[in-house]
């Protein structure tokens, strides 16, 4: 089943601890993407990767770091999580093409103590 | 920057039609997108829009005017599981993957 998957799809943690959520697809896409939702503020982009090496900043890249080692994986770290990084989060990936069509995970909640 | 508009709240009847609006400011435009979220599950693709006109999809349609920077989303013969939150998303310039999402309408369908 073609697929995008996150782990864990919940997390409890404390300030400053550091983490990583990790995100895989199946489906060989070049691009994938980190967002996170909030209420009242829908959707917003973290960071973005277009291939293997390459990840550009989103919209509200603070705090976070990614990597993209492996086409498949896009793992999002804290290094030092803060109460203000509690939130939804998303992995998606995307073939490419012109409509950007977005294959979300099933979501992380986080909440960060 | 790039900013997208639209209602935080709709609510119609079963069987009736309802128009989710969406404006957008962007500096460079490549289409407008649509997704769904149902409560508690992840967002997924329903249309998208490069050029004027209406896209039709089941009882799903997507309008997009570019000269208004304006679009919608219309719904038909709704049901309880249309019953969901609506966002509207655009490309932002500054990269081919990043993208922009409005705030949200939540889609309240009632009996």
């Known amino acids: 089943e073609a697929q995008v998957t996150q782990n864990p799809r919940y997390l409890i943690t404390v300030t400053g601890k550091k983490l990583t959520v990790t995100c895989s697809q199946n489906?060989?896409?070049?691009?994938m993407s980190w967002y996170r939702q909030d209420p009242g503020l829908g959707l917003r982009q973290i960071y973005y990767?277009?291939?293997?090496?390459?990840?550009d900043k989103g919209d509200v890249p603070e705090g976070y770091k990614v990597s993209r080692k492996e086409k498949r994986n896009f793992p999002l770290i804290l290094e030092s999580p803060s109460p203000n990084q509690t939130s939804l989060y998303f992995c998606?990936?995307?073939?490419?093409?012109?409509?950007?069509?977005?294959?979300f995970g099933p979501g992380t909640r986080l909440t960060v103590l | 920057g790039q900013s997208l508009e639209q209602p935080s709240e709709v609510t119609a009847v079963e069987g009736a039609i309802v128009q989710i609006n969406c404006t957008y400011q962007?500096?460079?435009?490549?289409?407008l997108s649509w997704y769904q979220q149902h409560d508690g599950g992840a967002p997924t693709f329903l249309s998208y829009?490069?050029?004027?006109g209406l896209e039709e999809t089941g009882r799903f349609s997507s309008f997009l005017s570019r000269s208004d920077s304006y679009g919608y989303l219309l719904l038909q013969e709704l049901q309880m599981k249309d019953s969901a939150s609506y966002f509207c998303?655009?490309?932002?310039?500054?990269?081919?993957?990043?993208?922009?999402f409005g705030a949200g309408t939540r889609l309240a369908v009632h009996p």
């Open positions: 998606a990936s995307n073939p490419g093409g012109s409509g950007n069509e977005q294959f």
């Open positions: 998303a655009v490309r932002d310039p500054g990269g081919y993957n990043k993208l922009i």
């Open positions: 962007t500096s460079g435009f490549y289409g």
């Open positions: 489906m060989n896409h070049e691009y």
């Open positions: 829009n490069a050029l004027d």
């Open positions: 990767s277009m291939n293997v090496e390459v990840t």
